[in-house]
């Protein structure tokens, strides 16, 4: 989610967001540090720093530190520039992904800290590193990517598509750290930048991405890839992906990110075979299809 997204988020749901800091249950709420963006609640069990903004390190981790003890949360998260997250690792923060020119060409990190043991446990670690080791494998082996299946067409979405979408994402996923059911959610993230891009046969999507743009640190997450089951393994998200980073490139958007789930075999396929890299895990992060999971961090740099 972008900086003006999280903006716009806080600005049309503020009772919601700020009064309210337990969130809805089925959403965490979006609370604001003066310039720092973060998101916290039960859902996640977490503090997730989205956007340090204009705030110090030494300002920003005792509040997100108390606001964890305030509601019980076990995993503090932060996104920020490669320098401020270095003033967190001498907090007792951990580096777990690095993204190569997140910030105008400067490196961004995630970092975490575990406020329980059991967070910090992962019973399914060795099946994790396993299936990254075939993934990688697989992605060097000679592969050519197919045409879109007869009758589809590729294109970006816009405002009279929000409904759809929603409905879209709702079909292929359980739970979703993001109001993504609510239309006039997907319509804010729009005005603030995000670009949705989906693969339609006959008009309606049977697949679809998005890119959220951060127009001035000029990064861009590539996220919410969903596609109907019965059309799964067509190389649907491989085109979308493809198509959505020539879309940034050409916006001058050249730091192009994915927070993917780790369990999922075909999506961090995916992001092998188009050339990013897998920069990191971060472990029991994202309460995603019905349970807290950890997520693989790709990152790719295209500027020069």
Same mark, same amino acid.
Request: with cysteine; proline share 5%; charged share 20%.
């Given at each position: 989610?972008?900086?003006?997204?999280?903006?716009?988020?806080?600005?049309? &749901?503020?009772?919601?967001?700020?009064?309210?800091?337990?969130?809805?249950?089925? =959403?965490?709420?979006?609370? /604001?540090?003066?310039?720092?963006?973060?998101?916290?609640?039960?859902?996640?069990?977490?503090?997730?720093?989205?956007?340090?903004?204009?705030?110090?390190?030494?300002?920003?981790?005792?509040?997100?530190?108390?606001?964890?003890?305030?509601?019980?949360?076990?995993?503090?998260?932060?996104?920020?520039?490669?320098?401020?997250?270095?003033?967190? =690792?001498?907090?007792?923060?951990?580096?777990?992904?690095?993204?190569?020119?997140?910030?105008?060409?400067?490196?961004?990190?995630?970092?975490?800290?575990?406020?329980?043991?059991?967070?910090?446990?992962?019973?399914?670690?060795?099946? /994790?590193?396993?299936?990254?080791?075939?993934?990688?494998?697989?992605?060097?082996?000679?592969?050519?990517?197919?045409?879109?299946?007869?009758?589809?067409?590729?294109?970006?979405?816009?405002?009279?598509?929000?409904?759809?979408?929603?409905?879209? @994402?709702?079909?292929?996923?359980?739970?979703?750290?993001?109001?993504?059911?609510?239309?006039?959610?997907?319509?804010?993230?729009?005005?603030?930048?995000?670009?949705?891009?989906?693969?339609?046969? &006959?008009?309606?999507?049977?697949?679809?991405?998005?890119?959220?743009? &951060?127009?001035?640190?000029?990064?861009?997450?590539?996220?919410?890839?969903?596609?109907?089951?019965?059309?799964?393994?067509?190389?649907?998200?491989?085109? @979308?992906?493809?198509?959505?980073?020539?879309?940034?490139?050409?916006?001058?958007?050249?730091?192009?990110?994915?927070?993917?789930?780790?369990?999922?075999?075909?999506?961090?396929?995916?992001?092998?075979?188009?050339?990013?890299? *897998?920069?990191?895990? *971060?472990? &029991?992060?994202?309460?995603?299809?019905?349970?807290?999971?950890?997520?693989?961090?790709?990152?790719?740099?295209?500027?020069?």
């Amino acid at each position: 989610m972008s900086t003006e997204t999280l903006q716009n988020t806080i600005s049309l &749901n503020e009772n919601a967001s700020i009064n309210h800091e337990e969130g809805s249950g089925q =959403v965490d709420a979006m609370i /604001r540090f003066k310039t720092a963006v973060a998101q916290q609640g039960a859902l996640n069990d977490r503090v997730y720093l989205l956007d340090s903004g204009n705030e110090k390190p030494s300002d920003l981790i005792p509040w997100m530190r108390s606001t964890a003890s305030k509601h019980g949360r076990t995993r503090l998260t932060a996104k920020l520039p490669m320098p401020k997250a270095k003033e967190f =690792v001498a907090a007792g923060f951990e580096i777990e992904a690095v993204v190569p020119g997140m910030y105008n060409g400067v490196d961004g990190a995630f970092v975490r800290q575990f406020l329980s043991e059991a967070r910090g446990v992962e019973p399914t670690a060795a099946a /994790r590193i396993e299936r990254i080791e075939k993934v990688l494998a697989k992605a060097n082996q000679p592969y050519i990517l197919p045409a879109l299946p007869e009758g589809c067409v590729l294109s970006e979405m816009g405002p009279t598509d929000a409904e759809e979408i929603s409905a879209h @994402l709702s079909s292929v996923f359980d739970s979703y750290p993001f109001p993504v059911e609510d239309p006039e959610f997907i319509r804010s993230e729009m005005d603030a930048g995000t670009r949705y891009f989906a693969v339609k046969l &006959n008009g309606a999507i049977i697949a679809m991405s998005s890119a959220e743009c &951060n127009n001035t640190h000029k990064y861009a997450e590539c996220t919410d890839f969903a596609t109907l089951p019965e059309w799964r393994g067509k190389a649907l998200a491989l085109h @979308l992906l493809h198509h959505m980073e020539e879309a940034l490139d050409a916006a001058g958007i050249h730091g192009h990110y994915s927070i993917a789930r780790s369990t999922e075999f075909g999506m961090n396929l995916v992001f092998a075979r188009a050339g990013f890299e *897998l920069t990191g895990t *971060l472990i &029991n992060s994202t309460h995603i299809g019905g349970g807290i999971e950890s997520m693989n961090i790709w990152a790719k740099y295209t500027g020069k």
